[in-house]
């Protein structure tokens, strides 16, 4: 079945540094999303990204789309210690299901 | 906050009791979901309502009962649950689902412990 799969499963990084978080999929989508996750909490939209973009911007986040590769990638730029979460991509095929991944559990020391 | 709330935040009950848990939303969507998410698993989509219609069952077991009696509140009834049911259930909400291009907004979530 289609499945966001985030990659690397943990990052630990230090503040101010970028961070770079992979996200792939198997079959063709018509948009996806990454979420974050602060510990225990509900899940937070962050970006949406569609299938004819190759990339967006918004603040310190910057998401690229290569349909080809059937990847995305989320990198967050001059990290905080409040950017410390996990983050998520969900991916649709044109219904009205987003499939989740695991997730990428981001650590920023500060 | 995001504009859908749940009650209660944390449930400890045993495996023959009965709760309920209680979503709100205050965004004026018209499409609900209950999301079921367990240690180190993807999240599972449980139930979607469009509308106050569920249009997505998705193979959860009968002891997960839900009901929508209006485009605002979302419920998930619960009975005879097991041990592996412990997880944290969201709710989410959409503004639609005819536009298959729309964000979910999450509550924050039940954190629910079956003993």
């Known amino acids: 079945s289609q499945q966001g799969e985030e990659d690397p499963q943990a990052l630990s990084i230090q503040e101010g540094e970028n961070a770079t978080m992979n996200c792939s999929y198997k079959?063709?989508?018509?948009?996806l999303q990454w979420y974050r996750q602060n510990s225990g909490r509900g899940l937070v939209h962050l970006i949406l990204?569609?299938?004819?973009?190759r990339e967006k911007h918004s603040g310190r986040l910057r998401v690229t789309l290569d349909t080809s590769k059937k990847s995305s990638s989320l990198l967050i730029t001059a990290s905080r210690a409040a950017d410390t979460a996990s983050y998520f991509c969900a991916t649709d095929s044109g219904t009205y299901k987003y499939i989740f991944g695991t997730g990428t559990r981001l650590k920023v020391l500060a | 906050e995001t504009g859908v709330t749940q009650t209660p935040r944390h449930l400890v009950m045993g495996m023959t009791n009965k709760k309920s848990l209680k979503c709100e939303q205050h965004l004026g969507h018209n499409a609900m979901y209950w999301y079921k998410q367990s240690a180190k698993k993807p999240l599972e989509l449980m139930f979607v309502y469009s509308l106050e219609e569920r249009v997505e069952n998705n193979s959860v077991p009968s002891r997960f009962s839900p009901e929508c009696p209006n485009s605002s509140h979302l419920f998930l009834h619960l009975h005879t649950l097991q041990p592996e049911d412990s997880a944290l259930y969201l709710c989410?909400?959409?503004?639609?689902?005819?536009?298959?291009?729309?964000?979910?907004?999450f509550g924050p979530g039940t954190r629910l412990t079956v003993t």
């Open positions: 989410a909400s959409s503004q639609d689902l005819m536009d298959r291009v729309w964000e979910q907004y």
């Open positions: 079959t063709s989508i018509n948009n």
């Open positions: 990204i569609r299938s004819n973009e």
